[in-house]
Nanobody, 120 residues
Framework: QVQLVESGGGLVQPGGSLRLSCAAS????????MGWYRQAPGKERELVAA???????HYADSVEGRFTISRDNAKNTVSLQMNSLKPEDTAVYYC??????????????WGQGTQVTVSS
């Protein structure tokens, strides 16, 4: 069974930094795009950043220049380095990936979410 497990959330002051990590586990044949989404209270889930298996990246306008997404294809991991954090970045952050398990067709998978709170 394929799983995505996030780590690295927490409480940080405005202007601070956090690094989120997500590891895919299970019988994985290949992983295509990986990304991070977030959902703030009362708001819809939104794409924060995404990265293809060749390393092309895409960022939401609100985080461009402050956040950096990266991945390690050998370890099936994706990370999100978040700098210059603002209170409006407060949300539950979710890892997402298009994964082809070894004996199943390609599917879209979500992690359980990790809380990021930016507050003084």
């Amino acid at each position: 069974q394929v799983q995505l497990v996030e780590s690295g959330g927490g409480l940080v002051q405005p202007g601070g930094s956090l690094r989120l990590s997500c590891a895919a586990s299970g019988r994985i044949f290949s992983i295509n795009a990986m990304g991070w989404y977030r959902q703030a209270p009362g708001k819809e889930r939104e794409l924060v950043a995404a990265i293809t298996n060749s390393g092309s990246t895409h960022y939401a306008d609100s985080v461009e220049g402050r956040f950096t997404i990266s991945r390690d294809n050998a370890k099936n991991t994706v990370s999100l380095q978040m700098n210059s954090l603002k209170p409006e970045d407060t949300a539950v952050y979710y890892c997402n990936a298009d994964i082809r398990p070894t004996i199943q067709p390609m599917g879209n998978y979500w992690g359980q979410g990790t809380q990021v709170t930016v507050s003084s």
